[in-house]
């Protein structure tokens, strides 16, 4: 019963955005608690790309200049390509 209001809900929710077929497909079932799991990972799969997006910009970023020691900006950059390895 609370399955199919969460698909209910989720159904209402999202009619009008570019997620609502992640929730359409389990229409048959009202299956609420799979449309759920979709937009979850829908979501964060695209909240993984948008931070891997953002250390890529910063990866681009540093430069060694002469104010700068090769260690710091070896430093920087190891760290910042451990962040997004781990994305």
């Known amino acids: 019963m ?9 159904s209402v ?8 077929h992640l929730v359409k497909q389990y229409n048959h079932d009202r299956d609420g608690y799979k449309a759920w799991q979709a937009l979850c990972e829908w979501y964060g ?6 931070n891997a ?3 890529r910009v910063k990866l681009d970023g540093p430069k060694l200049y002469p104010g700068i ?5 070896i430093n920087s950059f190891m760290n910042l ?3 997004l390895n781990k994305i």
Not at 13 to 20: F, N, R, V, Y
Not at 45 to 50: A, F, S, T
């Open 2 to 10: 609370m399955n199919r209001i969460v698909y209910a809900q989720l």
């Open 45 to 50: 799969d695209l909240i993984k790309n948008k």
């Open 81 to 83: 390509s451990n962040e």
């Open 13 to 20: 929710a999202t009619s009008d955005g570019t997620s609502h």
């Open 69 to 73: 020691s090769a260690s710091d900006y």
């Open 53 to 55: 997006e953002i250390v």
